[in-house]
Structure formats: structure tokens, C-alpha cells
């Protein structure tokens, strides 16, 4: 009769082993996440300019550029690029941007009545309301432009993000896997 006996260090030792193999897995794919999202911030910059989106002040570039995230909770590890970060429209944080550069908006006409603001004057001796003005800056420079209305006006849609994620989705496969792959050398 033949009896075959496992000590308990063995099984501990091969516990050990394999716990330390999945922290290791879960380390190289976080890295992994963390470079594709990367390129991926670079492939959605690539597309906004293809789509013809300019960029005035540098901000929506640089958000883009800036907002790779990844975050891990025990069941997965999730990767985010967007356009958001600190771009501001009329003094409020602006947190759809990259959703209306991708799919376009319609703005209403605005004409502020004259009764219902205060107007102040600037040097020149031109009127405008501290509290209603809209304040623009024009695509050719020259400073900001004070409006007390505009009219109605689209934005056609520049998809950058949806084509960018289109685009490197094999490529942040093949990342991932090549980082999983090290970690079992």
C-alpha cells in the first residue's frame, strides 16, 4: 500500500506562492492600464486636431493630456482618459465638454433686455453689465469681447474621443497583455 502525505508547509508555501503571483498579475496589469490610458490621452489629442478642433487656449489639450486615471477596487482595474479637467465657460466648470465636442449642441438666441441690467462704462465710454455681459474671446486674439446677447448658433459635431478609443483599442489590449505576460517571468 502506497500512502502519499502533504506537510501543511507545502501547502502553505504553494498559498503563498500563487497570493504573491496575483499581486504581482494585479501590479503589472495596473502599469499596463496606466501606459495605455496614456497613449490613449495622445490618440484623442491626435483625433481632435484631425477633426479639425482648435485649440485656442491650450486647455482642452492639456486636460486631455493630463487626465489619465486609473482606479482598482478588488474586482476590477479601470482605466479613464476625458476632456473636462479645469476648463471653465462663463466662470463655471465646464463638465460636458468633450461630450459636446463629440456629438455637437444647439445654443439658444440670448438678448438681454436693457431694463433688467445695470450698465457700467470702461474707458472708451462703452456700456455693459457687470451682472448679464457674456464674455467672449475671439478666434482672432485681441483680447475679450463683452456681449449683452448672441445669436442663436450649432456647433457640428468633431468626434475625437469615440474614434481615438476606436482606434486603440488593440493596442491597449496588446499593452496589458504584455505587462500580464511579465509578470509571470
Given amino acids: 500500500m502506497l500512502q502519499v502525505v502533504i506537510e501543511q508547509r507545502s501547502v502553505d508555501q504553494v498559498e503563498s506562492y500563487l497570493e504573491k503571483t496575483k499581486l504581482k498579475i494585479f501590479a503589472m496589469m495596473h502599469q499596463g492600464m496606466e501606459e495605455s490610458m496614456e ?4 490618440a484623442a489629442v491626435s ?3 484631425a477633426a479639425g478642433i482648435t485649440n485656442r487656449t491650450g486647455d482642452l489639450e492639456a486636460n486631455i ?28 466648470r465646464s463638465k460636458h465638454i468633450g461630450l459636446w465636442m463629440e456629438e455637437g449642441y444647439s445654443v439658444p438666441a440670448v438678448k438681454l433686455s436693457d431694463t433688467s441690467q445695470r450698465r457700467y462704462y470702461n474707458k472708451t465710454g462703452q456700456g455693459f453689465s ?6 467672449f474671446a475671439p478666434s482672432g486674439g485681441g483680447g475679450v469681447v463683452w456681449a449683452s446677447g448672441h445669436a442663436a448658433f450649432t456647433v457640428r459635431p468633431h468626434p475625437f474621443l469615440n474614434p481615438a478609443i476606436r ?3 488593440t493596442p491597449i489590449m496588446e499593452i496589458i497583455e504584455a505587462r500580464v505576460a511579465e509578470a509571470y517571468q
Fill in 39 to 42: 497613449a490613449l490621452a495622445e
Fill in 47 to 49: 483625433e481632435m486636431h
Fill in 65 to 92: 493630456l493630463a487626465s489619465p486615471k486609473v482606479t482598482e477596487t478588488a474586482e476590477r482595474i479601470r482605466g479613464t482618459v476625458g476632456a473636462e479637467g479645469n476648463i471653465t465657460l462663463g466662470g463655471k
Fill in 130 to 135: 457687470l451682472h448679464k455681459a457674456f464674455k
Fill in 167 to 169: 482606434r486603440m483599442t
